[in-house]
């Protein structure tokens, strides 16, 4: 404020002439003391005003005056509320003695109004400030400079008011008079014609605004300095104009050249300087450049960070869209950690039920869908679209929910509910926003995708056109564009409109490309597509290239993933390479079709393969290779600890869906705790076994590194599922790697779904079940021709899976890597020849049984993990047998198994054991084996046997999990209810060469399609080396004989190993004939794991 100089009134009086004169010296003395000392100001002000006051009365205009400059002493030092009543004394006693229109009064009432705005108190404002304007109209002229600054700050108020129509219309005459008053290129001119522009934006006069903003510019180039702050003004509004119409694009190189000069004219971190960088930051996003976007807005967390605020609403936006940006750039575990974090902000600042926390759960929700973790996502989705559905906007924020909800019901199979739920958002859409918004040609991609998956292509071209077609309108070469692009290039593809397509997809990955660069995550899938539609016509070479170049992207992602994983101590270490396996079957059947490509082909088709049960055994490998005896607890104590994260941290995005924040605070803590205790763990392994984090993620075996690890008289068959491309079925490859020479691979001769399809008609004719669940008697019918079934289907299989390869495997053992196709297949029930005129078909045909001992593997990167050498202490005390048979199964529903009892006395004197090895009855409990874990003794075993009822899940109420089943107590609790699931199987202490599951199902999968999960991946992380375990329901008296014969066979001869001496027993069984030989009997068990 400009402190004007007291006119003084020269009394007539001689005897004022003191007081004046020393009135006079205070009021220099205060002019001189304002700007640098505002408080000795002050006093002297009040000095001067007591003096006044004294001397010539409260209402003279000396006194007024000096009102005034107090005022301006107290105003200079931010006190606006204490500056305000000498304004008003001020104003009233100049409006009383020159009048209310003097244009002295309009001084001291624009004062007040000044302090008062000051003081965000703007309805008492705006009618001095229009009074003030009133007066100088008259007074001054309405082309006076003052008149146009209060018609300036009329309109300012009235911005501050929002009422941006008013304020618009008052500030366009501020700028008229501007012109006249000051000029066309004052600085004053320029800056009011902005404001103007950025007051008919705000009241939604698009057309009206943007010729301001192009005159302001203008005419700022060409009167003021480059580089002068005012530049960034305009430049800011122009592009703000242009953001919100959807012209990101235009708007991004306004943005940086405000940016520029406000960075030079302010500094960094001046507020207009970081108000710019989040708009720039935003309009970069919406251009499709995520890198740059997710950098500016790094800087902003880094300046909330840099003056303390660390869980604002502002730093969990910025979270918001970080952890967009880390997902779209496929970094899954940064973006949970970082949406975790501005959930976790947005509940405690605002509440479970606000909108901002409906659009978190949208992000984390669509993050789980992203990795497959369904579970996790549709509680997330289906409350966001609950809190969502209650906030009365325009329906955009509940159709993001639905969008993302819609996604969810497509991954999980439920196509038909995804399209209906899409087209409901469709119709809400357009009914809220019409069918030209960005928002509806979002949506319509959505639903378009999901009709060319339902066949639906007429109309799914239809639609991905229509929003293409939008696209180019709003922003040709946004990202948004060529995704449309790439969808129709698809849809081409599925029409069998192969050429049409390749331009297509030509021209989404050489934009991309040219905007991203060639290793960018936005790149990937343009290449896949390139490459389907290159396969689709031929071009196996080009396709090839495309494909690989894809993988490169991918295997980058994975490994910036799985670091960031285990640095931020999530545990899921989530590999972005198996997520994304599609790209990586692609390659390998684009590489079938060119010569000298096996090498490649098998590493690449090792991605496609990855299991729960390879990276359990893959935990259990890391413990072994610490090489010490002390960092191996050390190891296990750390994955447990993970488990424990994973446990918690699941359970606490259910507690943020059902909006339990009591529940979540805890969980909070919990992991806060386990933290703490993985980061002590982490410092000694990084200092005392450095190579641990590279261990997490083992990486695909070459052929040497196979061969290096089979045994002498091994060989590895490795099958591969990959899916269709274009006219090419699902196809299914093997590689046969013997110890030395050569390896082969093969295209098996059937497609992929008639593998599955074949492999279920066995299951079925065998009477076991095509989805094996138990327990249960076996369901053989008494079909004359079932016998005739069987055998056939096995010989077809055989001649389908290993016909072409037989001459490799003669006097092999085979260690087999199963596809997905394959994983419930018991490769030893396959039949090499039919036996001809047999009166018991089944005793004498020829099984693979007979000809080789088969060991399973859940991936070849197993072969590795499950040959690293054991490390025991010296001293370790170790024990031949433990074993928890015949357990009293009274009030469950399940028959008695006495015979257990024998199979496991027979298992103990084959090995020696201590009667108090037989867990048995009453002594066969949850309770007994937890105890026997915590005090060391299981892990003391080399072999551990279950011989009792194995359960899938839902085979028994509330069951949710595998489990075994043991002697219920009396009275159930939490630690024993006498089933041991899965995840409890996880928690015990074992160090056992060899666990023997003598029961149902226990190498079935949790129904997932993958194989040897559920139970067996359980006591693979527990600590055994090598499982026996059941594809189906076993019948018991064989399970007896096949169980003790095996352990048996194995004391008797121990170099013969675990598949040799399985397949002895099965051997035994078959050649008893009848009952015996018949492969729903003898053949349900299978070694996985370490052969010897």
């Known amino acids: ?20 004169e020393d009135i006079a010296a205070l009021v220099t003395q205060v002019e001189a003391t304002m700007e640098a000392q505002p408080a000795e100001a002050e006093a002297v002000a009040g000095r001067a005003l007591d003096l006044a006051i004294a001397t010539y009365g409260a209402e003279h205009l000396v006194t007024a005056n000096l009102h005034r400059l107090l005022g301006d002493a107290i105003y200079n030092q931010g006190r606006y509320a204490e500056a305000e009543p000498h304004y008003r004394d001020a104003a009233a006693v100049r409006a009383k003695l020159l009048g209310t229109d003097h244009a002295d009064t309009a001084v001291s009432l624009n004062d007040l109004a000044i302090s008062l705005r000051r003081q965000e108190r703007y309805a008492e404002a705006l009618p001095l400030y229009e009074k003030v304007l009133a007066i100088r109209e008259t007074v001054l002229g309405p082309d006076a400079a003052d008149t146009a600054w209060s018609t300036f700050w009329v309109a300012r108020v009235l911005q501050s008011l929002e009422r941006p129509g008013e304020a618009a219309a008052v500030m366009a005459k501020a700028v008229a008079r501007a012109r006249i008053a000051f000029g066309p290129t004052d600085r004053a001119t320029i800056q009011w014609l902005g404001e103007a522009a950025d007051l008919l934006q705000d009241a939604g006069d698009i057309a009206g605004a943007e010729p301001l903003y192009l005159e302001a510019n203008a005419l700022g180039a060409e009167a003021l300095e480059p580089g002068d702050a005012l530049l960034s003004y305009p430049l800011h509004g122009l592009a703000r104009l242009y953001y919100g119409q959807g012209r990101a694009a235009e708007a991004v190189p306004l943005y940086r050249a405000a940016l520029a000069i406000r960075e030079a004219a302010y500094g960094a971190d001046d507020r207009d300087t970081l108000a710019t960088v989040d708009a720039l930051a935003r309009a970069l996003w919406d251009a499709g450049d995520i ?38 750039l496929d970094r899954k575990a940064e973006a949970e950690i970082v949406l975790k974090r501005a959930l976790a902000i947005s509940e405690a600042q605002l509440g479970p039920d606000h909108v901002l926390t409906g659009f978190d759960l949208i992000a984390l929700g669509q993050l789980y869908s992203g990795q497959q973790r369904f579970d996790e996502a549709r509680p997330l989705l289906e409350r966001a679209v609950e809190v969502l559905g209650a906030y009365n906007d325009d329906g955009t924020s509940v159709n993001a929910a639905r969008t993302a909800l819609s996604f969810l019901e497509y991954a999980t199979g439920h196509l038909s509910h995804a399209i209906a739920l899409t087209e409901q958002t469709l119709a809400a859409a357009i009914a809220a926003k019409g069918e030209a918004s960005r928002e509806v040609a979002d949506i319509t991609v959505a639903l378009g995708s999901y009709r060319r998956d339902a066949g639906d292509l007429a109309e799914a071209d239809r639609l991905i056109s229509q929003a293409r077609a939008r696209y180019a309108q709003l922003a040709p070469q946004g990202r948004s564009y060529f995704r449309a692009t790439s969808e129709l290039g698809r849809i081409r593809e599925a029409q069998g409109r192969y050429d049409e397509a390749l331009v297509l997809h030509r021209e989404s990955y050489d934009a991309l490309m040219a905007r991203f660069g060639a290793d960018s995550v936005q790149v990937q899938p343009a290449l896949s597509d390139l490459g389907n539609t290159l396969f689709a016509t031929g071009d196996y070479a080009g396709a090839a290239r495309a494909f690989a170049d894809a993988t490169v992207i991918v295997e980058r992602l994975a490994a910036v993933d799985a670091a960031a994983a285990f640095a931020s101590r999530t545990g899921e270490v989530e590999d972005q390479a198996t997520a994304r396996g599609r790209v990586f079957d692609s390659l390998v ?91 002590a763990i982490d410092a000694r392994l990084a200092a005392d076994f450095p190579a641990f984090a590279d261990l997490q993620r083992p990486a695909p075996l070459d052929v040497a590194a196979v061969q290096s690890a089979l045994g002498k008289n091994d060989v590895l068959l490795f099958y591969a599922d990959t899916g269709p491309i274009g006219p090419v079925a699902a196809e299914t490859f093997l590689w046969v790697v013997p110890k030395t020479g050569a390896a082969q691979w093969f295209r098996v001769p059937r497609s992929t779904g008639e593998l599955r399809a074949a492999v279920r008609a066995l299951r079925e004719n065998m009477g076991v079940g095509a989805v094996t669940r138990g327990p249960k008697a076996l369901t053989q019918s008494n079909d004359a021709g079932r016998q005739d079934k069987v055998l056939t289907a096995a010989s077809e299989l055989h001649d389908a899976l290993l016909g072409e390869a037989a001459p490799l495997l003669a006097g092999r053992d085979l260690v087999i890597v199963p596809s997905r196709a394959l994983a419930s297949l018991p490769f030893h029930a396959l039949v090499s020849d039919l036996p001809a005129g047999s009166g018991d078909r089944y005793r004498d045909a020829r099984w693979l049984a007979r000809d080789h001992a088969i060991t399973i593997l859940p991936s070849v990167s197993s072969l590795a993990a499950s040959s690293v050498p054991v490390m025991r202490p010296a001293n370790a005390g170790r024990e031949p047998y433990l074993a928890f ?186 050649d008893r004939g009848g009952d015996a030989a018949d492969p729903a009997n003898w053949a349900p068990f299978i070694v996985v794991g370490a052969a010897r």
Request: with cysteine; charged share 20%.
């Open 589 to 679: 059947k684009a590489y079938y079709r060119l010569p000298g490509s096996a090498d490649e082909a098998f590493l690449v088709a090792q991605r496609v393969i990855e299991s729960e049960a390879a990276q359990a055994l893959a935990q259990l490998a890391v413990r072994q290779a610490s090489g010490s005896t002390a960092l191996a607890p050390l190891v296990r104590q750390r994955q447990d600890l993970v488990t424990r994260w994973r446990d918690d941290d699941s359970a606490l995005t259910l507690a943020l869906a059902q909006s339990d924040r009591t529940a979540a605070a805890a969980l909070r803590a919990a992991l806060e705790v386990t933290d703490a205790q993985l980061v």
């Open 885 to 1070: 048979a015949n357990p009293l199964l009274d009030g469950l529903p399940l028959q008695p198994l006495p015979e257990t009892a024998d199979e496991a006395r027979a298992i103990a004197t084959a090995l020696g054991a201590a009667d108090d090895a037989l867990h048995m009855g009453t002594e066969a409990t949850e309770t007994s084996l937890k105890q026997l874990s915590a005090d060391g003794h299981l892990a003391r075993a080399d072999v551990v046997h279950f011989a009792t009822h194995g359960l899938v899940s839902g085979e028994l109420d509330g069951l949710v999990e595998p489990a075994i089943v043991l002697t219920p107590p009396a009275s159930a609790t939490s630690e024993d209810d006498g089933l041991l699931t899965a995840s409890e199987v996880t928690t015990l202490a074992l160090d056992a060469d060899w666990v023997i599951l003598s029961a149902c199902n226990t190498a079935s999968s949790d129904g997932g399609g993958e194989a040897l999960s559920g139970l067996a991946r359980a006591f693979f992380y527990a600590g055994a080396r090598a499982l026996m375990v059941s594809h189906w329901p076993v019948n018991s008296d064989s399970a007896v004989r096949l169980a003790s014969g095996a352990v048996s066979a194995l004391a008797a001869d121990p170099s013969i190993g675990r598949a040799e001496a399985l397949r002895r027993a099965m051997l035994a069984e078959i």
């Open 291 to 328: 890198v740059d976007a997710e950098m500016l807005f790094r800087r902003l967390l880094a300046a909330r960070d840099s003056v303390g605020d660390t869980d604002s609403l502002v730093v969990a936006d910025l979270l918001r869209w970080i952890g967009r940006a880390a997902s779209a």
């Open 1 to 20: 404020m400009v402190v004007l100089a007291c006119a003084l009134v020269a009394p007539a009086a001689a005897a004022l002439a003191a007081p004046a």
